[in-house]
């Protein structure tokens, strides 16, 4: 078994142990994006963890000013958030990708993008010099 698909011994929910296999298990992934995979699946541990912790509490708390928003309840959106970037910086697929006529399912993920493109990068292109091109949202 790789070592990437060994599960670390991590005090994880169990949410997040079945993210980590199921992605290690479809997916290759090199040291660094090892490290934001881990590091997802604790945010997924804490999102866990605090809707327990909320699951019978209010969601208005009194405050000093007056009533305030359950501070697990802003908490927990604060992690979901920083989840879903972790998550979206990996590149992973939304969907399952279709089996091509063989059978044979071979996951892939979206091209990356090697640096950002600077503004002046020398280009002369100009939007009329390439009328096919759809803008973006455009049909």
């Known amino acids: 078994m ?8 991590e005090n994880w929910s169990r949410n997040a142990a079945e993210f980590w296999r199921e992605t290690t298990l479809n997916y290759t992934f ?3 994006e090892l490290l934001i995979l881990k590091e997802s699946c604790r945010v997924i541990t804490r999102l866990d963890r ?6 019978n509490e209010p969601l208005v708390v009194p405050g000093k000013t007056g009533p305030i928003s ?15 970037r972790l998550v979206a910086s990996l590149r992973i697929p939304d969907g399952a990708v ?8 071979a996951p892939s993920r979206p091209q990356r993008r090697g640096a950002a493109r600077g503004a002046y990068s ?13 803008s973006i949202g455009g049909e």
């Open 50 to 55: 605090l809707q327990d912790a909320a699951e």
């Open 30 to 32: 090199n040291v660094a």
């Open 70 to 84: 359950n501070p697990l309840l802003v908490e927990a959106r604060q992690q979901a958030t920083l989840a879903a």
């Open 122 to 134: 020398g280009s002369s292109y100009a939007p009329s010099d390439a009328p096919h091109l759809r």
């Open 98 to 105: 279709a089996a091509p006529s063989n059978g044979v399912v």
């Open 2 to 9: 790789p070592r990437s698909k060994a599960l670390p011994a």
